[in-house]
C-alpha cells in the first residue's frame, strides 16, 4: 500500500472511531460497581493555568497520564512521544532523549518541572535542557502544549511547552495515613536495571512524599538491516548510549489553614558516563568520528512556595508563590578524528567545564471578576551564572612531524542572563457557549559577560525586550463537539552561546565570532480545530501554521580569522511549518479500545526555499488494540507506527543520504495485576519493543547517524500500598 493510500486509510479510521486529545489520553482505567469500565476526565492545568477539563481546553494539547507512565515504564516518559501526534523526539539513550513539538525542538521548547523552568541560557540551541533531570517513576502526568506559550512562559515557549508533573504532596489524605512503593524495571537491550521506592503520607497539618530512583544501563545494540545508504551486516553497538544515574526528591508541606498552605520540594539528580551515542564510522561508509562524552553531570534544586486558595480578597482570590534555585555541574569532552587522507587526520580533543547556578521565581494571582472572567496576572523572574572553563588540544599528523595545538582560554566567558517578565490573562465567558482567553506578556531580558580567566577583553553587556500576546477561543456547537481557534505570538531571546561564544569551533573546521548584537526570535502561529468528545469515543483534528521571524543561525561572513574561516550566530531565518495532526479513540465492545492518529507536517525556510530545514518526521501514522479485562486483573494491546520517507533533510552531510527511508515499528504490552488486597497492589508489566528487530533512526537522529535500539522486552515490577 502506497504512503498516500495508507494516509487516507488511517485518518478516514480516525474519523470512523471517533478519539480522545492523544492516543494517551483516556481510558477505561476504572470500574464502576457492575464492573464496567468507564473514564474519568482529566483536568490539564499547563495551557491556561487553571485547571481545565480535557475537552474544555483551547489549544492543541497532549496528555501522557499516569496509567501510560505505569504501564510502559520505558527508559523516559519522552519515549512515548513517538507515538503521539504532532510530537516526536530527538536524542538516544537514557540519558539524552528530548522532545520535539511540530518538527521544533532544542532551546526553542521550554521544560517545565511543576510549572517551573527547567531550560537554562547555557545550552546550545539545538540542544534543549534534559528531561532526565526529573524522574520519570515519580510522575503524575506530563502536559505538552503545542504551539506558543510565551503569555504564560516566557523565553524559550516559542514551539511549544513540556511540564513534568510530579505526584505532589498528599493534602487530600487524612492525617496518620502512609503510602508507598517498590517498583523495579528491567531492559534485555541495553542491559538496563532501574529500581526505585517512594514514600508519601500525613501527620496532623503536615504531609510528605520522597522518590528515589538508582539506574545503570551499558550501550544497546540496533540490528542488522539497511537504512538509506546505510547497511548494517550484524548487530551494532550503538557506543555511548549508557548510563550510571539516580534521582532522589523530597518534598514536604504544612497546612496553616484550609485556605493557606507552605510547601518545599528538593530534588538531586546525578549522572555518569553518559554520552551522545554514535556508531563507528568504519562500519557506515567512513568520515568523520565524533564523540561527544558527558562524564559527570551534578544538578541540585530546592523550590519553596506558598499556595493560597479561596482567599476573597478584592484583587485576588488565589495566590501562587514559588522561588527555586538550582545548581548544574557539567563536565563535557568531544573526541573528534576527521580524516584528511590516507595518511593524513586531525585529532581533537576538547574538555570542558561549566557551572550554571540558577534563582528564580513566579508571584500569580487570580481573580474571578463577575461570574464570566477569569483574570490571572503576575511576574516571573529567572537569573542564570555561568562560570566556564575550557582545554583544547588539536593534533595533526601526516604532514611531516605532528603539529600540536594547546588552548586554555575559555571560548564562552563567565557571564550571566537574566529575564524579568510581566503577564497577564483573562478567560471571558462571553455566552453559555463561548469562551474566549487573550492575554499578554512584556519580557526585559539582559545578559552580560565577567571578568574571565586566560580571556582577555572587558566585559560585554546586551538587553533585549520582548512582547508577546495569545488570542484563544473554544465555540461548543453542542455539549459533545467543540470548534477551537487560536492566534500566539511568541519569542525567544538569544541565549549565552548564541550571543558570547568566541573561538576556534571544536572540529577545528572554522572560527565562530560573538554578536553579542543579536534579538530574540519571534512567531506568530494559528491553529483551527474541531474536537468531539462522547462516552464511549472521541476525535479531534487540528490544523496548524506556523512562521518563525529572526531566526538565529550560524552563517560564514566571508571573512577569517587566524586563519580559520569565520562564521557567526545572525538573526537571519524566516522559517514555515504547516500540518494537519488527527487522533482518533472508541471504546468497543466494552473490553476493546480501538485508536489512530495521523500527523502531516511541512517545514521550509521563506528567505531559502530550496534548502530543507526539516528536524522531524513528514508524516505518521499510528494504531492501537487494546483489550482490558473487564474486573480490571490485566490488560493487552498491539501498536504500531509507521513514518513516511521524507526528502526534508537538515543541512549537513548524512550517511543516510539526502532522503531519508519510512519506517515501521511494532509494539506489543501486557499488564497483569497480582495479589491484591484492600491494602497492597502488585502489578508486572512486560513490552516488547520493536518487534520487527527493524533498523531504522528517528529523523532527529538521522543526520548524526545514531539508530534506535533494535528488539527488546521491558519489564516492570510494582508493588504499592
Avoid at 521506592?197 to 540496533?222: C, E, I, K, P
Avoid at 564523540?291 to 559527570?296: G, H, N, T, V
Wanted: charged share 20%.
Amino acid at each position: 500500500m502506497s504512503l498516500l493510500r495508507a494516509s487516507r486509510a488511517l485518518l478516514a479510521l480516525t474519523f470512523l472511531i471517533g478519539a480522545p486529545l492523544t492516543a494517551q489520553t483516556q481510558r477505561p482505567a476504572r470500574t464502576d460497581s457492575t464492573g464496567r469500565p468507564f473514564t474519568v476526565a482529566p483536568l490539564i492545568v499547563t495551557a491556561t493555568h487553571s485547571p481545565l477539563s480535557l475537552a474544555r481546553v483551547p489549544q492543541a494539547v497532549t496528555l501522557i497520564d499516569s496509567a501510560s507512565l505505569r504501564e510502559r515504564p520505558n527508559s523516559s516518559p519522552i519515549q512515548l512521544m513517538g507515538d503521539l501526534p504532532g510530537l516526536d523526539l530527538t536524542g538516544v539513550g537514557p540519558n539524552q532523549e528530548r522532545p520535539v513539538i511540530r518538527g521544533v525542538r532544542g532551546q526553542r521548547i521550554l521544560l517545565l518541572e511543576d510549572g517551573l523552568r527547567l531550560n537554562n541560557s547555557r545550552r546550545q540551541q539545538d540542544f534543549g535542557e534534559l528531561p532526565a533531570l526529573v524522574d520519570g517513576s515519580s510522575l503524575d502526568r506530563v502536559e505538552v502544549v503545542r504551539g506558543p506559550s510565551s503569555v504564560l512562559y516566557g523565553s524559550d515557549a516559542i514551539g511549544g511547552v513540556v511540564n513534568l508533573i510530579g505526584a505532589g504532596l498528599p493534602w487530600g489524605e487524612s492525617s496518620g495515613t502512609i503510602h508507598g512503593g517498590l517498583r523495579y524495571t528491567y531492559s534485555g537491550n541495553g542491559n538496563e536495571s532501574r529500581p526505585g521506592a517512594s514514600l508519601s503520607g500525613r501527620l496532623g497539618r503536615t504531609v510528605f512524599r520522597v522518590d528515589g530512583t538508582s539506574r545503570t544501563a551499558d550501550a544497546y545494540n540496533a540490528p542488522a538491516g539497511s537504512f538509506g545508504n546505510v547497511t548494517l551486516g550484524g548487530s551494532e553497538k550503538v557506543l555511548d548510549t549508557g548510563v550510571r544515574d539516580r534521582n532522589i526528591t523530597a518534598a514536604a508541606g504544612y497546612a496553616l489553614s484550609e485556605r493557606h498552605r507552605l510547601f518545599f520540594k528538593g530534588s538531586t539528580y546525578a549522572a555518569d558516563d553518559a554520552g551522545f551515542g554514535f556508531v563507528d564510522p568504519a562500519d557506515i561508509g567512513g568520515g568523520a568520528r565524533v564523540q561527544i562524552l558527558y562524564p559527570r553531570q551534578r544538578v541540585t534544586r530546592g523550590t519553596v512556595g506558598y499556595l493560597g486558595r479561596s482567599l476573597g480578597f478584592a484583587l485576588f482570590d488565589r495566590v501562587d508563590a514559588s522561588f527555586y534555585a538550582q545548581g548544574n555541574k557539567r563536565d563535557l569532552a568531544q573526541n573528534i578524528t576527521v580524516p584528511f587522507g590516507p595518511s593524513a587526520q586531525g585529532d581533537f580533543h576538547t574538555r570542558n567545564f561549566t557551572d550554571v547556578g540558577s534563582i528564580g521565581g513566579r508571584l500569580e494571582a487570580a481573580k474571578l471578576v463577575g461570574m464570566r472572567t477569569l483574570v490571572t496576572y503576575g511576574a516571573d523572574y529567572f537569573r542564570d551564572r555561568t562560570t566556564n572553563t575550557d582545554h583544547d588540544t588539536t593534533t595533526i599528523t601526516g604532514f611531516g612531524p605532528p603539529m600540536v595545538r594547546i588552548d586554555s582560554a575559555p571560548n564562552l566567558p563567565n557571564a550571566s542572563f537574566r529575564a524579568l517578565g510581566l503577564f497577564a490573562q483573562g478567560d471571558v465567558k462571553v455566552t453559555s457557549r463561548l469562551n474566549v482567553i487573550l492575554g499578554a506578556r512584556y519580557q526585559d531580558n539582559h545578559a552580560e559577560t565577567r571578568t574571565t580567566p586566560n580571556l582577555p577583553g572587558a566585559p560585554i553587556a546586551s538587553t533585549d525586550r520582548a512582547v508577546a500576546g495569545a488570542f484563544n477561543a473554544l465555540f461548543a456547537l453542542t455539549d459533545e463537539i467543540s470548534i477551537i481557534g487560536t492566534v500566539g505570538r511568541g519569542f525567544r531571546s538569544p541565549n549565552l552561546v548564541e550571543r558570547f561564544f568566541d573561538g576556534v569551533t571544536p572540529e577545528g573546521s572554522g572560527y565562530q565570532s560573538r554578536n553579542p548584537g543579536l534579538t530574540p526570535e519571534t512567531s506568530l502561529s494559528t491553529d483551527l480545530g474541531v474536537r468531539l468528545h462522547h462516552r464511549g469515543y472521541a476525535f479531534e483534528a487540528f490544523g496548524f501554521r506556523t512562521t518563525l521571524t529572526d531566526g538565529i543561525r550560524v552563517v560564514a561572513t566571508g571573512d577569517s580569522v587566524s586563519g580559520f574561516p569565520e562564521y557567526q550566530n545572525v538573526n537571519i531565518d524566516k522559517l514555515s511549518s504547516w500540518g494537519v495532526e488527527t487522533s482518533g479513540r472508541a471504546l468497543l465492545a466494552q473490553v476493546f479500545t480501538a485508536s489512530a492518529s495521523f500527523t502531516w507536517m511541512h517545514q521550509e525556510n521563506s528567505n531559502e526555499p530550496l534548502t530543507p530545514v526539516g528536524q522531524s518526521y513528514a508524516s505518521k501514522l499510528t494504531a492501537t488494540l487494546r483489550y482490558d479485562h473487564p474486573a480490571g486483573h490485566f490488560w493487552s494491546d498491539v501498536r504500531a507506527r509507521h513514518e513516511g520517507a521524507t526528502d526534508q533533510v537538515a543541512l549537513g552531510t548524512s550517511p543516510v543520504g539526502t532522503r531519508y527511508p519510512g519506517f515501521t515499528t511494532i509494539g506489543v504490552d501486557g499488564g497483569l495485576r497480582m495479589f491484591d488486597s484492600d491494602r497492597i497492589r502488585h502489578n508486572v508489566t512486560v513490552s516488547l519493543e520493536n518487534a520487527g528487530n527493524v533498523l531504522y533512526a528517528e529523523t532527529g537522529n538521522a543526520g548524526f547517524f545514531r539508530p534506535a535500539p533494535g528488539r527488546q522486552v521491558r519489564l516492570g515490577w510494582t508493588t504499592e500500598f
